[in-house]
C-alpha cells in the first residue's frame, strides 16, 4: 500500500459541482500539501498544513478549501467546480522543517 | 512573492554527454533544496536534497547550492536514456515551492 494515498485517482464533474478530493498518509507526517499541476507550469501551491489546527493558504487558494481532519487526513474542496480547474492534483507529505516531501499519486480531475 | 525559476527547456542530450539543470530561487530565507524527478503521468520522486553550499554527489547525480547567488543545479553525468523526464526543483521556506520543471530528453 502506498504511503501517500489520494482518492480519487480520477474524476469528471460538472461545472458548478461541489467536489471533494482526498488524502490519508501513513507516514505519520506533520506536514501535509496540496498541489495542482499544468502542463507547463510545475506544481503550484494550493494549501498547506504543519498540524491539525494550523491551515495555510498557498500560491492558488481561490476557489479551493481545504480540512485536516486528522494528523493523516488532509482534503481538499472545490466547492463550485469550474473547467480551468481541471488539472492534475497532488497531496504530498514531510516531516518536520528542512524535509523532502512524499507524494500521492495524483487526482486527475476534468470539470466538463 | 516567492518565486522559483528553471531553465526552460526542453533539454535534449545524446547518452553519455552531461545534462546541466539549473534554477534560481526569490526567498533569501530558503534552506532546504531539492530536485525531483517526474516521468510523464507520474508522481515526482526525490532524487537530491541539498542544504548547504557547494557540491553533493550521490552516483551520477551532482546537486550545486550557491545561497548567495539564489542559484541551485543538478548535473546528471553519463546520461541514460531512462533519465527522460521532467525534473523539478523545490525550495523550502516556510512553505514548498517548485519551479516549472525542465523537461529531458536523453537520445541513444
Known amino acids: 500500500d502506498a504511503d501517500v494515498t489520494q482518492t480519487p485517482r480520477n474524476r469528471i464533474t460538472k461545472t458548478g459541482k461541489r467536489i471533494m478530493l482526498e488524502c490519508s498518509q501513513t507516514?505519520?507526517?506533520?506536514?501535509m500539501y496540496w498541489y495542482r499541476q499544468d502542463p507547463g507550469l510545475g506544481l503550484r501551491l494550493i494549501y498547506y498544513?504543519?498540524?491539525?489546527?494550523?491551515?495555510n493558504k498557498g500560491e492558488i487558494s481561490d476557489g479551493y478549501s481545504v480540512s485536516r481532519q486528522a494528523q493523516a487526513k488532509f482534503s481538499l474542496s472545490l466547492e463550485s467546480a469550474i473547467p480551468n480547474q481541471t488539472a492534475l492534483y497532488f497531496c504530498?507529505?514531510?516531516?518536520?522543517?528542512?524535509?523532502?516531501?512524499?507524494f500521492g499519486q495524483g487526482t486527475r480531475l476534468t470539470v466538463v | 512573492q516567492k518565486e522559483v525559476e528553471q531553465n526552460s527547456g526542453p533539454l535534449s542530450v545524446p547518452e553519455g554527454a552531461i545534462a546541466s539543470l539549473n534554477c534560481t530561487y526569490s526567498d533569501r530565507g530558503s534552506q532546504s533544496f531539492f530536485w525531483y524527478r517526474q516521468y510523464s503521468g507520474k508522481s515526482p520522486e526525490l532524487i537530491m536534497s541539498?542544504?548547504?553550499?557547494g557540491d553533493k554527489e550521490d552516483g551520477r547525480f551532482t546537486a550545486q547550492l550557491n545561497k548567495a547567488s539564489q542559484y541551485v543545479s543538478l548535473l546528471i553525468r553519463d546520461s541514460q536514456p531512462s533519465d527522460s523526464a521532467t525534473y523539478l526543483c523545490?525550495?523550502?521556506?516556510?512553505?514548498?515551492?517548485f519551479g516549472a520543471g525542465t523537461r529531458l530528453t536523453v537520445k541513444p
Open positions: 541539498i542544504y548547504s553550499n
Open positions: 504530498a507529505t514531510s516531516q518536520g522543517l528542512g524535509t523532502e516531501a512524499f
Open positions: 498544513s504543519f498540524d491539525v489546527k494550523d491551515i
Open positions: 523545490a525550495v523550502l521556506g516556510g512553505d514548498m515551492r
Open positions: 507516514k505519520g507526517h506533520d506536514r
